[in-house]
């Protein structure tokens, strides 16, 4: 069992790049979430899926898009790099808002 | 708004110490979760517990201890007998519901407490 797979786990992007996180579960999960981690400043929502086709803004959605088209796989599109979306990428699953979240090993993503 | 504090923003003790991290949560709803979570140096999320509203019976998992009070809006975490590995960062959260002006998918965490276990 898998559980939660990101790819890739390291990135350097350019200013301006556009490039897609990916994040994939195989625990029939319905939620699935995506949080930045930045230093002193915990674990912040970008944006999050309740189920297939339905998708969320988060705390801090700008600069990023992203769908859902199955129940498995929830990519996360930066859509023009910029330095302050250096970070720490984290993609989670949760079978209901009351259970507890499963992380992918997460990305560190280094834009330039 | 729901909310989650972690005060300790960094907390350093020597081995064999037991130390306590706290976490305070608001929320409007009656029913609702709290989590802890451990984040090693390697990087990765680990779910370490789960304590739903309606039970506040404190949990014990070999040296680890959970003291959930409503009273004081309280889940504070215990290590026992701290060891270097406990070294990380450890994140406190609250789950309620999806309406209840929270983390939007329910899921608020706190900004962390670094705990340092020096030998």
């Known amino acids: 069992n898998a559980g939660v797979t990101q790819t890739p786990k390291f990135q350097v992007l350019k200013t301006g790049q556009s490039m897609t996180l990916q994040c994939a579960q195989d625990?029939?999960?319905?939620?699935m979430s995506w949080y930045r981690q930045d230093p002193g400043m915990g674990l912040r929502l970008i944006h999050y899926s309740v189920g297939a086709g339905i998708t969320d803004q988060g705390e801090v959605p700008n600069g990023y898009n992203v769908s859902r088209s199955t129940t498995e796989d929830f990519p996360l599109r930066l859509l023009s790099a910029a330095p302050s979306q250096t970070s720490v990428y984290f993609c989670a699953s949760r079978v209901r808002e009351t259970t507890e979240a499963f992380f992918g090993q997460g990305t560190r993503l280094t834009v330039v | 708004a729901q909310k989650v504090t972690q005060a300790q923003t960094e907390i350093s003790v020597v081995e064999k110490e037991d130390v306590t991290l706290d976490c305070v949560y608001e929320?409007?709803?009656?029913?609702?979760?709290l989590f802890w979570y451990k984040q090693p140096p390697s990087g990765e999320l680990v779910f370490l517990i789960r304590?739903?509203?309606?039970?506040?019976q404190n949990e014990i998992s070999g040296r680890y201890s959970w003291n959930f009070q409503k009273s004081t809006s309280s889940f504070n975490f215990t290590i026992t007998a701290s060891q270097v590995v406990d070294s990380a960062v450890y994140f406190c959260?609250?789950?309620?519901?999806?309406?209840?002006?929270?983390?939007?998918?329910?899921?608020?965490f706190g900004k962390g407490t670094h705990l340092i276990i020096q030998p």
């Open positions: 625990m029939n999960h319905e939620y």
């Open positions: 304590r739903n509203s309606f039970d506040e």
């Open positions: 929320t409007r709803d009656t029913t609702y979760y």
């Open positions: 959260a609250l789950s309620a519901s999806l309406y209840s002006g929270g983390g939007a998918d329910g899921l608020t």
